[in-house]
């Protein structure tokens, strides 16, 4: 299956494209956005590497990939699903981790976990995945706050090494995740208890 363009009830998911990179070169460009990522903007010339990156991401693994996000016409960030790529993700064969940017106008709008449970659903539902995980910084409340919305759970806390460590990292990274049962399970009864594969 090839990545396809998702809908939800305010977001049109397309699969990114070369089209997108100006609108990738303006999320990296804000400081405030690429706080817990990177601590700083990044320059065009950065963007650009990483625009070619991410475009790879849907040719290693069918239907996953990054989808720009628009609502009414308008882009608002990106969403991934993506293969694991370090040895302490896990095995790569049925799991993804999700991811979401979005400009600093979009945020406090409830887009980012819209447009995640939706990628949590295609992921489930359309590619047949047995887990999904996301990682931030333990101190990115706001990211970590969307994780546990959408219905993932907090697993571990784990330190990555950093070449240029920024503000916070000293606390290490944190990892949520949901499994296809979990995910089905609160399908079937949105108000029960989570079931956990713990």
């Not at 447009?115 to 992921?123: Q, S, T, Y």
């Amino acid at each position: 299956m090839s990545q396809t363009a998702l809908r939800t009830g305010r977001i049109l998911l397309v699969p990114l494209s070369d089209d997108h990179l100006d609108y990738e070169v303006e999320l990296d460009s804000d400081s405030e956005v690429m706080r817990y990522l990177t601590g700083r903007a990044r320059t065009r010339a950065e963007v650009e590497a990483f625009h070619r990156q991410r475009l790879a991401v849907a040719g290693r693994v069918p239907g996953l990939g990054f989808w720009a996000g628009f609502v009414d016409g308008e882009f608002v960030g990106w969403w991934i699903l993506q293969p694991p790529e370090r040895a302490d993700q896990g095995p790569a064969d049925g799991q993804a981790e999700l991811g979401y940017r979005l400009l600093r106008r979009h945020w406090r709008r409830g887009l980012a976990s819209e447009g995640a449970r939706e990628l949590i659903r295609h992921g489930f539902d359309d590619l047949g995945l047995d887990r999904i995980f996301a990682e931030t910084m333990t101190v990115n409340t706001a990211s970590r706050a969307t994780m546990a919305a959408v219905g993932m759970r907090y697993v571990r806390t784990f330190h990555l090494d950093w070449d240029d460590p920024i503000l916070g990292s000293d606390l290490g990274e944190v990892e949520y995740t949901i499994t296809r049962r979990e995910w089905l399970s609160r399908q079937a009864d949105p108000d029960r208890e989570l079931v956990t594969d713990a």
